[in-house]
């Protein structure tokens, strides 16, 4: 961890938005896909989205699905991930990864090279 550095997240009342984005903490570096994933309280880390290089490529978690929606800018090694209709059962410390090369579909850790620290996102009801 201490590649990538998140931010954006934050309280929010259930049906709310919100956006997070990750940038790298320091030099930029060449990426296959990024992607973000969150952990719940005393849950395994999940997948939420990824996106491939060039931003040709997305998948999302069916938790998620047509209410989330992942972006990346590649000039900056920067992703996003827009985040709608927001339930209660988002809440979750929210991580954003690279991955340097191609070595799974993206949708689990082991895929994934650099993390970033994290950032909390809270949804009220």
């Known amino acids: 961890q201490g590649q990538l550095v998140e931010s954006g997240g934050g309280l929010v009342q259930a049906g709310g938005s919100l956006r997070l984005s990750c940038a790298p903490s320091g030099r930029t570096f060449s990426t296959w896909s990024m992607g973000w994933f969150r952990q719940a309280p005393g849950k395994e880390r999940e997948f939420v989205a990824t996106i491939s290089w060039g931003g040709g490529s997305t998948y999302y978690a069916d938790s998620v699905k047509g209410r989330f929606t992942i972006s990346r800018r590649d000039a900056k090694n920067t992703v996003y991930l827009q985040m709608n209709s927001l339930k209660p059962e988002d809440t979750a410390v929210y991580y954003c990864?690279?991955?340097?090369?191609?070595?799974?579909?993206?949708?689990?850790?082991?895929?994934?090279?650099?993390w970033g620290q994290g950032t909390q996102v809270s949804v009220s009801s």
């Open positions: 990864a690279a991955a340097l090369v191609h070595r799974g579909a993206g949708q689990t850790p082991n895929d994934y090279d650099y």
